[in-house]
């Protein structure tokens, strides 16, 4: 399921409405020479387990039917919207302004754009097919098996990366190779293979879109693009040329980054160094895709900030961020990270395909706590 990512197409282009089956029928995989594979399930499938049969490559998006709802692909005007205040006299009365070019498919605007993007993004970037972008904090690392098992330095964060916290976050080599140089991005720490594998690892490709289960586990969050803004944007605005936009969005397609400082790699590293001195926020040390995580902290129903006993923390009080409760998963908190119970059985897969990660991973919480019923097994 790391490599196909049938749970992220079958989603996007059935939430969508460009699909009508919810269970995903597309994945990605390629033969050696780039060639995409349609994959077929060794044994026979047991839809009760969310198996299934087989995953197909995309098709080519000018084939698609234009039916995302939510773009304004209605049947039936022939012209484009007209502005407000300025009907089109050639209207045809009684039917919608808001429709399909009179062009044939795949010309104008009749392809869906879902389609389109999806064969443009390819999802190099958290699928196991290809190597990692390697341009910030955050994401570094190779692909395949090495993905997981070659560890590189992305974060400071000793609760995070635990021993590898001390290398720094830029993904530089500390082996004792002489042909490998140390003050070069993008190697990993050592070239050895490991199960010791922290979060810091994990997060890497886990992260999309900034909300997901792992950036729960660390108790972080997307930034909002607007608190401490001031620390954050520079004092003049700043108004990129094309040419500047098109680098920054190459590395971030965030819009914001191309007018805030944070597009700039020497700022970003080393964002979180400015946490002492912050008000309002705290920020992580990883930057996937040239993002900025904070930190989620437990608060009331006006926003005060909380202790462990439910007590409001001063907001001038220069320890509020430590004495606060950082929501964090409480795993976590106690020193595990996500191989302490996600073993060879989820990270490797039974050989079925899934269209799910529900349906892929088999540890639940009743494995080590037990239920009300039963003792752990």
């Not at 754009?113 to 196991?128: A, E, H, I, M, S």
């Not at 191309?258 to 160094?273: I, P």
């Not at 996500?338 to 269209?355: I, N, Y």
């Not at 349906?359 to 003792?375: F, K, L, N, T, W």
């Amino acid at each position: 399921m790391m490599a196909h990512g049938a749970m992220l197409w079958g989603a996007a282009l059935y939430n969508n409405g460009v699909v009508p089956f919810k269970d995903p029928r597309f994945g990605e995989a390629y033969a050696p020479d780039g060639t995409p594979l349609r994959m077929v399930s060794v044994n026979k499938a047991d839809p009760a387990k969310g198996e299934l049969p087989s995953l197909d490559p995309l098709p080519r998006f000018e084939i698609g039917q234009p039916g995302n709802m939510l773009r304004i692909f209605e049947r039936g005007g022939r012209f484009p919207p007209a502005l407000p205040g300025t009907p089109q006299p050639l209207q045809e009365p009684g039917k919608p302004d808001k429709g399909l070019s009179p062009r044939g498919l795949g010309t104008l605007n009749r392809t869906d754009p879902v389609w389109l993007n999806l064969q443009k993004t390819r999802l190099l970037d958290p699928l196991l097919w290809m190597l990692g972008t390697n341009d910030h904090p955050g994401d570094y690392r190779s692909s395949g098996c090495t993905a997981c098992h070659v560890l590189y330095a992305n974060d400071r964060d000793p609760v995070h990366s635990g021993g590898l916290a001390r290398h720094g976050n830029e993904g530089r080599s500390a082996t004792g190779d002489p042909t490998i140089p140390k003050d070069e991005r993008g190697h990993p720490v050592h070239h050895t293979l490991t199960s010791a594998i922290p979060t810091s690892q994990c997060i890497v490709c886990h992260i999309h879109p900034g909300t997901t289960v792992t950036n729960t586990y660390l108790g972080t969050l997307w930034w909002d693009n607007e608190t401490e803004g001031e620390r954050l944007y520079p004092k003049v605005q700043r108004n990129p040329t094309e040419e500047q936009r098109l680098e920054g969005l190459a590395r971030n397609p965030e819009e914001a980054a191309t007018r805030g400082l944070w597009s700039d790699y020497d700022f970003l590293k080393e964002v979180s160094a400015m946490n002492p001195t912050l008000e309002k926020v705290q920020f992580a040390d990883f930057h996937g895709h040239g993002w900025l995580f904070r930190n989620v902290y437990k608060r009331d129903r006006e926003g005060n900030l909380l202790d462990e006993h439910g007590a409001i923390v001063s907001p001038t009080d220069p320890e509020r961020f430590r004495k606060a409760v950082h929501l964090k998963d409480i795993h976590l908190e106690r020193g595990m990270h996500c191989v302490d119970c996600h073993f060879e059985q989820d990270s490797h897969g039974s050989g079925a395909l899934h269209g799910s990660v529900r349906d892929a991973v088999e540890i639940a919480c009743e494995d080590c706590h037990g239920s009300v019923r039963e003792r752990a097994s």
